[in-house]
């Protein structure tokens, strides 16, 4: 001890990590707004009917705007005052799905949602929490439950991610899975080989982002969209190659294009007999991608013979499979290499933008019930 006290580099080494100590526990401690209130409006999923066959079903889902008591984070979770939650066709889904009983175990009252923002304004004990405090964050998670006033979420990605605090909080509601999906398209056709691929969506919310990605990425995309009107929005966001499917000889122009760009995979979300179109039409040896099912749930009318003598394939894309293949390390680069292409692009103008309608908590239900096929996406706000 004598020796420690009489040596000034030892000294000032203990003091320095002794200081570090004391930094990460008062750091690490749990953490709150203040005047958090004590209850919360969440939009709770009752009763669902045992079976669903059309968008329609939805008006017989039993929902309410109940209230509950406010969550608490644990340790390495923090508490987050959401702003806004967006509804995607994946929480649609998941509506879908718990009429069946599925995922196994389902249980409700449920608060459904997959992806939001909003404002850090408590957390856990932890020093991942505790850097995220006061900060604007993104949520996202297969069970998030984002249609409700605070959630709860893991302090790291993907359950929470720090947004662009320069940009309003509310354009981060669809940050995750359509921003990433482009990414993650863009990245299996490269993957590929192939320098154009088809697009059986091209005028949705994320077909207008990989149209404006595209040309960033080293890719061609063949869009194609039902009507005329369609098809002009497109051009006027850069797209060059665009197949209405309205015209009769749609299918005589996809192919040709096929053939003058070299198409070898086709992004289908679409299913139906959609995906069997596009598997005849493409060449040999090619890729059709399912990562939606808007005709419904099952493909139809595949041609076997051309998949066996054609080696043509059909996959699956799935946004969590794109990127957790490969192991954590592998997983994390992806999220932090995606997330440098698209948090600066989240706000005006930027090629990730995203198209909203706002409404009430109060009003989605209604809202979402009214209209399956809207231009823009529906935004729950939670300041209106």
Known sequence: MEAILQSPALLATLAIGLASIIYYLAKSRPQNAKQLPAKMK?????????????????????????????????????????????????????????CKGRPEGVKLPRVFGREGSGVV????????????????VGVCGMDAGTWQEYVVM?????????????????????????????????????????????????????????????????VTIVNMVRREEAAELLKSLGAEHVVVTSRED???????KITKLKVSV?????????????????????????????AGGLMNNIPVVEMIYGEKKVEAFFLR??????????TLLRIRSSFALTMPALGAGGWAESQFEDCRLED???????SPSRTKKLRIRMDM
């Open 321 to 330: 499979t794109w990127l957790t293949e490969g192991g954590m390390l592998r």
């Open 42 to 98: 969440r939009l709770a999923v009752l009763e669902v009917p045992k079976d669903f066959t059309e968008f329609s079903d939805f008006k017989n889902f039993k929902v309410e705007v109940e209230e509950v008591s406010v969550p608490v984070p644990g340790p390495g979770e923090v508490l987050v005052k959401m702003v806004a939650a967006a509804v995607n066709p994946s929480d649609e889904g998941d509506l879908k799905l718990a």
């Open 250 to 256: 749609w299918q005589e122009e996809l192919k040709e």
């Open 121 to 136: 304004v408590g957390t856990g004990s932890g020093i991942l929490a505790a850097r995220l405090m006061g900060k604007k």
């Open 364 to 370: 989605m239900w209604q809202m979402m019930c009214r």
């Open 266 to 294: 086709a992004f289908d979300a679409i299913g139906g007999d959609m995906t069997a179109t596009m598997m005849r039409l493409m060449p040999e040896g090619s890729t059709s991608v399912v990562y939606g099912g808007l």
């Open 154 to 218: 893991p302090a790291k990605p993907p359950g929470t991610c720090s947004l662009d605090q320069n940009v309003p909080v509310e354009t981060g509601a669809s940050f995750f899975v359509n921003p990433l999906t482009a990414v993650g398209l863009c990245d299996v056709a490269k993957r590929k080989g192939s320098p154009a691929f088809i697009h059986t969506v091209g005028n949705s919310q994320l077909g207008q982002m990989m149209v404006k990605l595209a040309r960033s990425q080293g």
